[in-house]
């Protein structure tokens, strides 16, 4: 009960959470289909728009596997926009299949569009509250994309331990940095 009241006091006064509605994609790890509202019960979602093509993706991976790593009550969903041949399925399947978390197809860019998903990687760590998902954090994971040595301030980490502390979460936003995701 106590979570339940911090978690609504942290998006009462989150300026910026906005409600995310449910979407259902395609997990290229194993062809089943995902829905955001399976994960309604979890404190906290982490959604990250991502590319196996985009330079700054892969400087980041290794980052992303220790926060997958290192939060392991918090799911991680990891969604490709990307329309781009190079970004097949297929493709997918084979760059994050060394991390326990999901690969989702959005071809079609639903999801994208859901979140207004520009850059890769961007991210929107997502708090639950009566089985609503609202953003609380979006954009940067951190603020070095390229040295993970000289990262000073932990952007992503940072939000995931102010929402499972029940605290605000300040800044609520930071401009991503990476490659657009081409519309369509």
């Known amino acids: 009960m106590k979570i339940l009241f911090s978690l609504s006091m942290l998006i009462s006064s989150c300026v910026f959470a906005q409600e995310v509605k449910d979407f259902s994609l395609v997990n290229t790890k194993d062809g089943k289909t995902i829905s955001l509202s399976s994960y309604k019960s979890a404190p906290a979602v982490v959604v990250i728009f991502t590319s196996h093509e985009c330079p700054f993706d892969n400087y980041y ?19 490709n926009s990307n329309p781009e041949p190079q970004e097949s399925t297929d493709q997918m399947a084979i760059h994050y299949k060394d991390v326990n978390a999901p690969y989702l197809a959005d071809k079609d860019q639903i999801a994208m569009e859901i979140f207004g998903a520009r850059k890769s990687p961007e991210v929107f760590l997502l708090a639950t509250l009566g089985g609503k998902f609202m953003v609380v954090y979006s954009g940067a994971i951190d603020d070095n994309p390229q040295v993970a040595t000289d990262v000073k301030q932990a952007y992503l980490k940072d939000a995931l331990d102010k929402v499972l502390a029940g605290q605000k979460i300040e800044p609520a936003t930071q401009r991503a940095t990476g490659c657009t995701i081409r519309r369509e």
Do not use: A, D, M
């Not at 596997?65 to 969604?79: A, E």
């Open 61 to 79: 991976k290794e980052r992303i596997k220790s926060l997958v790593t290192n939060y392991p009550t918090i799911p991680f969903l990891f969604i």
